[in-house]
């Protein structure tokens, strides 16, 4: 498998402001991640697909430019959300897809706050 | 296109039960399966998954789930609840080997002592 790791695993920002966010794959080589959002109580819902050294694919109504991924490395992803509103304020979890296993392999992920 | 229906968002059993979680799919390709567990405030962690092998599928912690093409189901179950399996369930499918996956939307289980 495996291991993932988020930071931060939580933050509180004021409206307006920008957060970035990591995710890394600690043991693996990752030419693709996954980001996701989860509001509370609800479902996970794909954000983008993160593909290592090229520009990251969005998921039809997510917004590129509010949403900058970065996968500058085979190792590191990061999720920056811009001008943060209070709805933006989720869960967010990335994910590993190693590629040989079907499954992907999830971070502990981060709880965003926007006040 | 995929698609994921968990039926109850709510299933409460008690301690020692059967435990039944319930999961239709769509899929126009053979699709590969997944349940994931997430415990409050962290990450998804994988139970089982079926890849197209034997459709009676074994996991972690003692539960399987049983892959039934003609019904479009992979229901979760495990014979006997522990207090430690309350958490919230997510059944996943993907066609293309686990790339693009489509979660259904959950279904918390509570187990009584």
């Known amino acids: 498998g495996a291991v993932v790791s988020q930071h931060p695993s939580w933050v509180i920002c004021k409206s307006g402001t920008s957060v970035k966010i990591e995710c890394r794959s600690l043991d693996f080589q990752a030419t693709t991640m996954f980001w996701y959002r989860q509001f509370p109580k609800q479902s996970l819902m794909l954000m983008a697909t993160?593909?290592?050294?090229?520009?990251?694919?969005?998921e039809q109504g997510v917004e590129k430019d509010k949403f900058l991924i970065n996968h500058a490395s085979l190792t590191l992803s990061t999720l920056t959300v811009t001008s943060a509103h209070p709805e933006d304020s989720s869960f967010y979890i990335c994910?590993?897809?190693?590629?040989?296993?079907?499954?992907?392999?999830f971070g502990p992920g981060t709880r965003l706050t926007v006040t | 296109a995929q698609s994921v229906t968990q039926l109850g968002s709510h299933v409460s059993v008690s301690e020692g039960a059967l435990v039944l979680l319930r999961c239709n799919y769509s899929s126009s390709v053979p699709p590969y399966l997944f349940w994931y567990v997430q415990y409050p405030n962290q990450g998804l962690q994988l139970l089982l998954k079926?890849?197209?092998?034997?459709?009676l599928v074994k996991g972690i912690n003692d539960f399987e789930a049983e892959f039934k093409k003609s019904e479009t189901s992979f229901h979760l179950t495990k014979p006997s609840a522990h207090m430690s399996d309350a958490a919230e369930y997510f059944c996943?499918?993907?066609?293309?080997?686990?790339?693009?996956?489509?979660f259904g939307a959950g279904t918390r289980l509570f187990v009584k002592a």
């Open positions: 994910s590993v897809h190693t590629g040989s296993s079907y499954e992907q392999y």
């Open positions: 079926y890849t197209s092998a034997a459709t």
């Open positions: 996943a499918v993907s066609d293309d080997g686990g790339f693009k996956t489509i």
């Open positions: 993160s593909n290592e050294g090229s520009k990251a694919t969005y």
